[in-house]
């Protein structure tokens, strides 16, 4: 996690811009955050003000996701060296700072925060004390430094900027300008990744691992780990930046829920046209393997649950794995075909997975919204989900575009839907917010929800646990419907939420319903089945469709709004939650 963000320019521009570029990456981490013009470090706790009239050539800057050490000041970065010369920002962890740390200590260096990333400053004075010029300097880091690093690096005095990167995104931005009719290169922008300047560039250099870059204003060098200069392809990619505003919603998630109807038909037609080729390469590779394991954490986790039991259902052997245990319990070969899906594309117990699987000689495909993202290169083949910048922390349409498109695949082989109408059905969810909404109210002032489901709509319980967890800080917990009474049911209480996910003809829930009804529980029922809308079931969102795979996504998109709305009566921080980032780049 953390965002770090630096900008070399040949012309003045305003501190502000650098943390109106900054603020873009927030979403990885909003502990605190920080800032260098290489004259000044300023450094705040919570959210970022991106303001600042004075004017630079250079800065770097940093948004803070917390690892080692607390939320202060001290720990914020950028960090300096003892004499000041080397000012740093750095995303990811160095492993073995406590070892660095000893030796700088003992060599006379004073440390100001209880950070990991601290050394990486003392450690390039240090060395160029000993007289190494930089370069060098950074090719003795990528030896003796273990663990997984983004650093930008700014020497007091040199109008550069030192780009080192291992396992954590980097990219470089190129935004050219115009003077006197002649092109030239205006800026260059250093980040975590590509939308922390989409809106201004379409041109990126990527870096892979144990690369290192001199940026300057007019020109760019890469090196590899050894010092010896590299070629570098420069990219052009595309991104849609009317979806990162917010436009008149109150929160994002509420914003990027009701663009489902959209994303959806757009990623399903893609499918149909400029990812064809794309989806027939994934169709017959699945066909190719002797199985398909996932590998996924929490929201995505979820939806390649659903992922395993749509293939599973016509007869293909998938399984999923929660992408940190996956080396722990996954038997990976030449024949298996290991699927990634992540919506940053950058989780990094995704690609620890996805390394394991590559030594395993695994091919390895993925699903992925942020192309361009690690996942997405490290993959044979990869799909993009096309749902479009997610902002609020709590993922909701890519959750539902990644579903759709395993659902897709299932289809492929065998598995019957219609997939033509799902727009319009999640609108016909829409049109039951009131109902919602009143559902939610009720269930705010509880302290504790469940959330039950069988076959499809087991994964969705868990979904929809989740998001309620993150946005609105209450214990909410999806289960099986029928693991419920080997334990849990001991803590159904009198008005005890319990949210029941019912499909057309699955008694199995029905009972399982029933058995927690029995014990005082205050039931919210999820379904598609219109007998169980009549009569004393008040609390009742109805899903208009079959019994096909749509039902579980559909439940789901219930269940959003459901967290949403209860968070909102809870008055929550509903698109950056406590303690959470959007992107997880530490292990
Ligand atoms: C939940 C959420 C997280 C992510 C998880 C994986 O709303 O957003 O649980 O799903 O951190 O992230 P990606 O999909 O980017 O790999």
Redesign the pocket.
Known sequence: MCGIIGVVSGIDFKVSFLLERLKRLEYRGYDSYGYSDSRKTVKSLGAIKAEGLSLTRIGIAHTRWSTHGGVTRANAHPHESCNGEVIIAHNGIIENYWELKTILERQGHKFRSETDSEVVAHYFEEKIKQGKGVKKAISDFLKEVSGTFAILMMIKGEDKIYAIKRDSPLVLGICEGKKAGAKQIQKHILASDIYAFSDITDKAVFFENDEFAVVEAGAYEFYDAKGSLIKKKVQSFEWNQEEGKKKDYKHFMIKEIEEEPLVVSRMLLSLDHEQKDQFKKLVSLVKKSRKIIFA?????YHASLLGAFYLHTTGIEAQTLIASEFKHYANVDKDTLVIAI???G??MD?IDALKYAQEKKATIVSLVNVPYSTIQRMSALSLNILAGQEVA???TK?FVNQSVLLLRLAQEFGYKVNLSNLGEKIKGIFSQKDDIKRIAKQVSSSRDAYVLGRGQTYPVAREIA??VK?ITYMHAEGMMGGELKHGTIALIDKGTPVISLIGCNDEDMVSNTKEVEARGAEIITITNNASQCRGSAKNTVFIDTDNDGKFGILACVAGQLLAYYVAEALGREIDKPRNLA???TVK
């Open positions: 996924a954490c929490g929201t995505s992540s919506q940053s950058e989780t995704v922390v709590a993922s890519a989740l998001k993150e959007k992107s997880v």
